[in-house]
Antibody
Framework: VQLVESGGGLVQPGKSLKLSCSAS????????MHWIRQAPGKGLDWVAY???????VYADAVKGRFTISRDNAKNTLYLQLNSLKSEDTAIYYC???????WGQGVMVTVSS | DVVMTQTPVSLSLAIGQPASISCKSS???????????LSWILQRPGQSPKRLIY???KLDSGVPDRFSGSGSETEFTLKISRVEAEDLGVYYC?????????FGAGTKLELK
């Protein structure tokens, strides 16, 4: 099992960014997937979940601003981040259902 | 939201000593399907998080049997029978019974 995040970077407040998580080593379409973030020096913060049938749930802090999605043909999970705030600055991890496997994370920095 | 309260905040132990970390939830973690979705996650310094235990007491593959998990309803415990150097890092409990899913604030295990 391998999960590889990409798409992070420095972005201004109010702007958008799209993260990707490329999955391999398992039948991606059969598993729900999570995004979890970690602000610098802080603990883990659950962000969003998408089921194998593409049902979605979000943390209150990101609801209405972030969108989780998946492309099973490409074995890829996405997180669209809109209306970014400084408090969204964090390492973003994707993880497989029940957090059994994690990616290496990708840094998102929101700053002017 | 379910609040996960971990104690202690930090632990300083010598190699070979036992360790115990408590995690208390603000409501029962028994799901309507009868299962209790409580996991323990370890984040070693500079690494991605890794799941150690799921469904309260089930060890992930490759996790040494010096680790054990127990508890029910709202009170859960992670124990290490004899701490080893590779065990240092931050331990998090995580509940996946109620949306939004939530983590404890973490317990930092340091070696004395």
């Amino acid at each position: 099992v391998q999960l590889v995040e990409s798409g992070g970077g420095l972005v201004q407040p109010g702007k958008s960014l799209k993260l990707s998580c490329s999955a391999s080593g398992f039948t991606f379409s059969s598993y729900g997937m999570h995004w979890i973030r970690q602000a610098p020096g802080k603990g883990l913060d659950w962000v969003a979940y998408i089921s194998s049938s593409s049902g979605t749930v979000y943390a209150d802090a990101v609801k209405g601003r972030f969108t989780i999605s998946r492309d099973n043909a490409k074995n890829t999970l996405y997180l669209q981040l809109n209306s970014l705030k400084s408090e969204d600055t964090a390492i973003y991890y994707c993880a497989r259902r029940a957090l059994s496997y994690w990616g290496q994370g990708v840094m998102v920095t929101v700053s002017s | 939201d379910v609040v996960m309260t971990q104690t202690p905040v930090s632990l300083s132990l010598a190699i070979g000593q036992p360790a115990s970390i408590s995690c208390k939830s603000s409501q029962s973690l028994v799901h309507s399907d009868g299962k209790t979705y409580l996991s323990w996650i370890l984040q070693r310094p500079g690494q991605s998080p890794k799941r150690l235990i799921y469904l309260v007491s089930k060890l992930d593959s490759g996790v040494p049997d010096r680790f054990s998990g127990s508890g029910s309803e709202t009170e859960f415990t992670l124990k290490i029978s004899r701490v080893e150097a590779e065990d240092l890092g931050v331990y998090y409990c995580w509940q996946a019974t109620h949306f939004p899913y939530t983590f404890g604030a973490g317990t930092k295990l340091e070696l004395k």
